[in-house]
C-alpha cells in the first residue's frame, strides 16, 4: 500500500516537473526567459505536458517501453554534451582565465570515454545487440 502511494506521488510530481524543465531549458535555448507568468512559457509548459500524454496514453507505449526509449536517448545525447562542455571550458574567450588546465582536460576526456563506452554497452543491451 506504501509502495503503491510512494509510486503514485512519484509519477505525479514526475508529470508536473519534467515538463516545467523542460520549458525552463528550451526558453532559455530561445531567448525567451523563464516568466511563470508569461503566456508563451506556459503554452511551452503546455506542449511539452501534452505529447508526453499523447505518447502515453494515444500511441499505447507501455511505460516500460517509454523509460527504456528515454534512457537510450540519453545514452546517445550525453556523450556529445559532455565534449560541447569540455570544448567550452577551454574556450579562452568564453571562460577567461578559469579555462581547463591540461589536468582537467586529461580527466575531462577520461570521463567522456568511460562514458560513451558505458552507454553503447547500455544502447545495444536496450536494442538487444547485447546480452
Given at each position: 500500500?506504501?509502495?503503491?502511494i510512494g509510486l503514485f506521488s512519484a509519477g505525479l510530481t514526475s508529470a508536473i516537473t519534467a515538463p516545467l524543465a523542460a520549458a525552463y531549458?528550451?526558453?532559455g535555448a530561445l531567448g525567451?526567459?523563464?516568466d511563470l507568468k508569461s503566456?508563451?512559457?506556459r503554452l511551452l509548459w503546455g506542449f511539452v505536458l501534452l505529447t508526453g500524454m499523447f505518447c502515453g496514453l494515444v500511441l499505447g507505449a507501455s511505460p516500460y517501453q517509454i523509460i527504456l526509449l528515454a534512457q537510450a536517448g540519453n545514452a546517445v545525447v550525453l556523450?556529445?554534451?559532455?565534449v560541447l562542455l569540455l570544448i567550452v571550458a577551454n574556450r579562452t574567450q568564453i571562460m577567461g582565465r578559469h579555462r581547463n588546465s591540461r589536468l582537467a582536460n586529461v580527466l575531462g576526456a577520461l570521463v567522456v570515454l568511460v562514458i560513451t563506452g558505458l552507454s553503447v554497452v547500455q544502447l545495444a543491451r536496450?536494442?538487444?545487440l547485447a546480452g
Open positions: 500500500m506504501f509502495f503503491g531549458a528550451a526558453g525567451w526567459g523563464a503566456g508563451r512559457f556523450p556529445l554534451t559532455l536496450v536494442l538487444g
